[in-house]
């Protein structure tokens, strides 16, 4: 059931300190009672007084999630004015989200993009000066999450999600043609088809939601990035990354014409490997595109690992890589160490001094597997340092996107009930509209028009 | 040459069933009005089918009812034959409709016409509409006389350029063989009014006496009826009934139309109009549902004094012969006779999105319109538009505040909203599934969602609004009884749970548990319940909907909470979207194009997303504050 009560993660993702789960709205003090247990398991958070500071526990019933701070504002001497909770927990990028969950199990729901900073404005706590960047930050995390939820969503997922929701629609259509046109369309012995349907389709639910449960909805993780001129080991340090003969490695260059990518686990930091195709002035069209891809993907970076042949000299392939590489975080491996340098690590430092940047620069030999470590060890420290930090906003758009499955899964459940309770037909649609709603939030579609047109599509209405 | 010229304070354009509730609200909210209409026989005429109500549409006449309107009233006089249909759902889709005798409907609205204070009938063809500087003033018939008046309603039904077809026959005509008004199109147009071209059909007619009953099902009326106006006396509507029937196509049926669908106008590309998808022709029937063996056919009376009957389910505009082949494959039709022809019928109307939700054209003050005219089709549909075109015209000339009715007050709110909002590429028709919050919006509290507002408006009685205030008061309280009415297992409460099949008691409950059960109501309870006041039919029906579906009913209204926070909030007129640098192009376009009056209307409109509804408040703050 859709609420106006809201909660996100407050900061930002890296594995460092603390984090923090933010609820704001009229139910926050409610959801924070359900969930929190003091240390003795007395205290009523919806009662102490407010700006105070509470130590305990969130548990999801008898199981505990995580020892925390919480922080209690009452309306209106808050960012948003509203009632809001701030739960500081351990700032791992689990917890935070095993804490948000359960925030939401509970009655919040995830907030838009920019909705706090929006509610912020709305209720008269950011001056007017600020109205523009109020737009901007809704526009720029729109942007995101939209690109985020829909276009990477990954293709089967999503048309298993479309495929749900057509069967919904189906039934719905069903149901209300009946309705309209009693005389024409007989309901007759539906109750025990509909239940079938049902259960058919909380099935197939509860194994969507077990698998986002293990990430597979989007890719979560550090977005980590291979570029490089071809075949300068591209390829080979994706390989000695994830441990696999995963990318065609040829002495040939621009063998690597699509966006490989891969998760690997640095000691509980998740990085998504992205192994991308060499960057030159490309002739063949296939290449072409391979090539503008891994712009996009530049673009989208945490972390840039830039691999050099050390064997070659630098050129103007490299000048254009250096602008792609603007405001990055970047890590410049000098491969091929095993070979005769034409380009030292001291030529590289005085390349990019010259366009005011300052890059760690790391000796390795992929053909030897040399320097593996070192990379790995860079990346931990300048995770750790809170140097690179996580795209926080996937794991959001997933923690939404579950939550969109689990409310439509819990209308499906009302659906059921209402049937073994015996409910008049037009109640079942009540909630198989709900349980639409919430699955055309993940696949941006929305509904009103897909019944009427199913029903005059499927259904031969009279006159 | 000196012509006729007069003053209105409002001119009504029509007297269909839109126009009529137009032109009864101005003159009962004491405007002098006058109404046109081609022919003065075809006052509230029903050109298609002989029925009031049905599913949804029953609720549209019930709220017309409780705003004041005239069409439940008319059809409680007129019916020979009502049903409440869908009575084994739940009640927020039982639905009334009766048939009607069509020509006692139309006579009877025609004498409360006549009989209206301030309300002239008029027989003539409006050619020109009368506009100066942005504002209506008037209206030109055929003649050339001009009607001076301070507002003008459009309710010109299916009648502008109008012409019927089936086979290679066209006729120019408005409906049944009317005429059609050919002129005002023309003026529309020159005073910026786009104009779309929709198509709507009907069956043919045919005389009773060819027509053998016994070999079709008979279909009678309810045992008691129910009236569809809240002030017609119960007693009065319990009539002896006319049956209808009902019988179905076949084969043979399909074969003869498969065979001649080249000559079909709407196959060979003569009908330019777009149709109705929900009430298809058979020939659409037969080619979209190609795998159904058999469609249904109900034989309907038109009225009592004529021998006429309706072929319900069997609309066409296959040519006069097939027509007579394919009726005639029907059982109980092998030898019947066709009074009436089956036609489609095209003519002009607008795209409704260049009105308001007030029903007034954003691009012309005091110009309003009602109806088919606006891309509808249905009695209902049209008089619902008719009655609030006709309140917000008198309240425009009162300078009071117009009436408005938002998606989660009534039927009329979907049905307005959706047609000043969305596309739409067809008539439109009233749908259950339309309405989002459909168990509020009930037939059977229509008055207590309604009649405050219409009595604030001055089409209902002071009388009428006392007895709406006692009778929330009396629901309330007898809902706050009985949540608080406690039963133990005793052998009285075991035994009258045995009688209606329901599962003992193990421990004691609340009466109000008891009434949830499906099997059981509040009035099953009566003998277990001591204290229980004496109360009308309507206060018990009532108190066991809201405490039978407590907990669906609860979760509606905290959506309609959420639902009206956008709905107040509201947008400035003729305003510049383009200005508001964040919003897409898109959005930019359909704002500036369409102009909604609130928030949550632009919320409606494809093409604009949450996000731009975002950008759109955080914009409005800003400019709020500025001032």
């Not at chain 1, 060890?377 to 930090?389: A, C, R, S, W």
């Not at chain 2, 309603?153 to 502008?160: A, F």
């Not at chain 2, 008719?386 to 009329?412: H, Q």
């Amino acid at each position: 059931m859709k609420t106006n009560t809201i909660a996100a993660i407050a900061t930002a993702m890296s594995n460092s300190g603390i984090g923090i789960v933010r609820i704001s709205g009229e139910e926050a003090f409610q959801i924070i009672d359900k969930i929190y247990r003091s240390k003795k398991g007395d205290k009523c958070l919806s009662k102490v007084l407010s700006h105070t500071v509470h130590y305990g526990y969130i548990c999801d019933g008898d199981k505990v999630i995580d020892e925390v701070m919480v922080l209690i504002l009452k309306s209106p001497n808050t960012y948003t004015r509203e009632d809001t909770v701030e739960i500081d927990c351990h700032g791992g990028s689990l917890v935070m989200r095993r804490i948000l969950e359960t925030v939401i199990k509970y009655g919040a729901r995830p907030a838009e993009p920019g909705e706090f900073t929006k509610r912020a404005f709305l209720n008269g706590r950011i001056d007017l000066s600020q109205a523009e960047s109020v737009i901007d930050v809704i526009n720029a995390k729109n942007n995101f999450s939209l690109e985020s939820s829909i276009l990477q969503l990954q293709g089967s997922l999503k048309n298993k999600i479309k495929e749900i929701r057509g069967k919904i629609i189906h039934e719905i259509a069903f149901i209300e043609s009946a309705l309209d046109d009693p005389e024409h369309i007989s309901m007759d012995g539906y109750h025990e088809k509909l239940m079938g349907t049902i259960v058919g389709l909380v099935s197939e639910l509860e194994a969507l939601i077990a698998s986002s449960e293990n990430g597979e909805l989007l890719k979560e993780g550090i977005n980590t990035v291979i570029v490089g001129k071809p075949n300068a080991g591209k390829s080979s340090l994706m390989n000695l990354l994830t441990g696999k003969e995963r990318a065609i490695v040829t002495d040939i260059a621009g063998t690597t014409r699509d966006i490989l990518e891969e998760q690997v686990n640095l000691d509980g930091i998740t990085l998504n490997v992205i192994d991308t195709a060499g960057i030159r002035d490309a002739w063949d069209a296939v290449e072409k595109i391979g090539v503008d891809k891994a712009k996009e993907y530049l673009r989208k970076a945490d972390l840039v690992l830039y691999v050099i042949d050390s064997s070659t000299d630098l050129d103007e392939n490299d000048e254009k890589i250096l602008k792609l590489l603007f405001e990055k975080k970047v890590i410049v491996l000098l491969n091929k160490s095993d070979l005769e340098k034409a380009t030292t690590e001291e030529m590289v430092f005085s390349y990019f001094e010259k366009e005011g940047m300052d890059y760690p620069v790391l000796s390795v030999s992929m053909k030897e597997g040399t320097g593996v470590k070192e990379i790995e060890d860079k990346i931990k420290e300048m995770f750790f340092t809170g140097e690179i930090i996580l795209n926080d906003e996937i794991l959001i758009t997933n923690v939404r996107q579950k939550s969109f499955l689990q409310a439509a899964l819990d209308s499906l459940n009302m659906v059921k009930q209402s049937i073994e309770d015996e409910m008049p037909e037009d109640f079942y649609s009540i909630d198989l509209v709900s349980a639409c709603e919430e699955l055309g939030n993940i696949t941006g579609e929305c509904a009103s028009e897909d019944f009427v047109n199913e029903i005059f599509s499927k259904f031969c209405m009279g006159k | 040459m000196p012509y006729l010229s007069e003053e209105y304070d409002i001119c009504v354009v029509g007297a269909g069933h839109a126009g009529c509730e137009a032109a009864l609200a101005c003159a009962r909210l004491g405007l002098q009005t006058i109404m046109f209409t081609v022919s003065v026989e075809s006052i509230a005429l029903m050109p298609c089918n002989p029925n009031i109500g049905g599913s949804s549409k029953g609720h549209l006449v019930r709220e017309i009812d409780a705003l004041g309107g005239q069409m439940g009233i008319n059809i409680d006089k007129t019916f020979i034959q009502s049903k409440m249909l869908n009575v084994s759902k739940g009640p927020a889709v039982h639905s009334l409709r009766a048939q009607a005798d069509k020509s006692e409907y139309s006579r009877h609205m025609r004498q409360t016409l006549e009989n209206t204070d301030c309300l002239t009938i008029r027989q003539a063809e409006v050619t020109e509409l009368l506009v100066e500087d942005g504002t209506v003033k008037g209206v030109k018939t055929f003649s050339g006389a001009s009607y001076h008046s301070k507002a003008v309603i459009l309710c010109t039904g299916t009648y502008l350029k109008s012409r019927c077809l089936y086979g290679d026959v066209i006729n120019y005509t408005g409906p049944g063989g009317l005429q059609a008004a050919n002129y005002l199109s023309e003026s529309l147009k020159e005073n910026g009014i786009e104009l779309l071209r929709f198509k709507t059909g009907t069956p043919a007619r045919i005389d009773k006496r060819s027509v053998d009953f016994s070999k079709m099902e008979e279909q009678k009326g309810d045992e008691t009826v129910v009236s569809f106006s809240f002030t017609t006396d119960p007693k009065d509507v319990q009539i002896d009934q006319v049956s209808c029937w009902l019988t179905y196509t076949n084969q043979n049926t399909h074969e003869i139309i498969r065979e001649n669908l080249d000559r079909s106008p709407l196959y060979s590309g003569m009908i330019e109009g777009t149709g109705p998808r929900y009430c298809p022709s058979i020939e659409d029937k037969v080619v979209k549902f190609s795998d159904k063996e058999r469609h249904q056919v109900f034989i309907e009376p038109e009225g009592l004094y004529t021998n006429e009957m309706y072929i319900g389910g069997m609309s066409s505009s296959l040519p006069e012969d097939v027509q007579y082949k394919m009726y005639q494959s029907v059982a109980g039709l092998e030898h019947v006779k066709i009074v009436r022809n089956a036609y489609a019928i095209e003519y002009d109307c607008i795209d409704p999105r260049q009105l308001y939700p007030t029903l007034e054209f954003k691009s012309i003050k005091g110009l309003f319109s009602g109806g088919q005219f606006n891309g509808s089709s249905g009695y209902e549909e049209a008089a619902a538009q008719g009655l609030v075109a006709g309140i917000n015209a008198a309240m425009f000339l009162k300078g009071r505040e117009p009436l408005v009715l938002d998606r989660s007050t009534s039927y009329i709110g979907v049905l307005i909203d959706d047609l000043v909002t969305k596309e739409n590429r067809e008539p439109y028709r009233m749908m259950t599934s339309r309405a989002e919050y459909r168990l509020l919006l009930r037939q059977d509290n229509a008055d207590l969602r309604l009649s405050k507002i219409g009595y604030e408006i001055g089409l209902i009685s002071k009388e009428r609004y006392d007895w709406i205030v006692e009778k929330e008061r009396l629901v309330q309280k007898e809902v706050d009884r009985v949540n608080h009415v406690s039963l133990g297992a005793n052998a009285a409460v075991q035994k009258l749970l045995e009688e209606h099949c329901s599962t003992p008691l193990k421990t004691g409950t609340t009466l109000a548990e008891l009434i949830r059960r499906p099997e059981l109501s509040y009035d099953d309870l009566a003998e277990i319940d001591k204290e229980r006041p004496e109360l009308p039919y309507d206060v018990r029906e009532q108190v066991n909907i809201n405490i039978k579906y407590d907990g669906y009913i609860k979760r509606q209204l905290k959506q309609v909470k959420e639902f009206k926070k956008l709905e107040n909030k509201k947008l400035p007129e003729n305003f510049d979207y383009s200005q508001v640098k964040s919003l897409r192009i898109e959005a930019k376009q359909k704002l500036n194009l369409y102009q909604p009056v609130n928030v949550g209307q632009a919320s409606r409109i494809s093409g604009v997303s949450p996000a731009d509804i975002s950008v759109l408040l955080v914009y409005l703050e800003q400019m709020y504050r500025k001032k």
